[in-house]
């Protein structure tokens, strides 16, 4: 059974910078990717970076050139770095791991993330 376990995020001011980490247990699954996805109040889920197997990542074009999605701690651990943060970036965070083959997704609990202007 896949667990995520999420750890990070709190308040920030306008320009900062904060760190989210997820350790994934009990993958079973060869193909998989790890990512991170954010819900702000009254809106819908949203992808915010993903990292695959073989390191190709993806950002959201709003997030692109601040934030870095990398893997580490033999490659069940993702980090979001986040930098020059801006209130539309407030959400709550979400941890994924998606399993290719079978499309199936696992999710963190979520983490909040306010950025106060």
């Known amino acids: 059974q896949v667990q995520l376990a999420e750890s990070g995020g709190g308040l920030v001011q306008l320009g900062g910078s904060l760190g989210l980490s997820c350790a994934a247990s009990?993958?079973?699954?060869?193909?998989?990717?790890m990512g991170w996805y954010r819900q702000a109040r009254g809106k819908e889920r949203e992808l915010v970076a993903v990292?695959?197997?073989?390191?190709?990542?993806n950002y959201a074009d709003s997030v692109k050139g601040r934030f870095t999605i990398s893997r580490g701690g033999a490659e069940n651990t993702v980090y979001l770095q986040m930098n020059s943060l801006k209130p539309e970036d407030t959400a709550v965070y979400y941890c994924?791991?998606?399993?290719?083959?079978?499309?199936?997704?696992?999710w963190g609990q979520g983490t909040q993330v306010i950025v106060s202007s």
């Open positions: 009990g993958i079973s699954f060869r193909f998989y990717s």
């Open positions: 990292i695959f197997n073989r390191g190709p990542t």
């Open positions: 994924n791991v998606k399993d290719i083959a079978s499309r199936t997704d696992y």
